[in-house]
């Protein structure tokens, strides 16, 4: 049986899957839980939970402000644009 080759990743996926990475790491580092980062956001707990499913639906304020509130060093946010 042949199997197809994997596909290499897309430049949109990596950038997604890099965003959600960054924010993962840095609720840890910084100790905060999803609610708090959703309430700065002024958003859900449940909506940011589903934006971290699809990274791609955070607007661009969204990602603006959870970068300041998790203190994001500039070399990481370069990682996604």
């Not at 100790?31 to 939970?49: F, G, N, P, V």
């Not at 934006?51 to 060093?73: G, H």
């Amino acid at each position: 049986m042949k199997y197809m080759p994997k596909l290499k990743p897309n430049e949109d996926n990596v950038k997604n899957r890099t965003l959600e990475g960054i924010i993962a790491k840095y609720i840890n580092i910084r100790k905060m839980t999803e609610d708090d980062l959703a309430m700065y956001l002024r958003i859900t707990k449940r909506t940011l939970q589903n934006k971290r499913k699809k990274p791609e639906t955070f607007t661009y304020p969204e990602v603006r402000r959870a970068f300041r509130v998790l203190q994001v060093p500039d070399a990481e946010k370069l990682e996604i644009f």
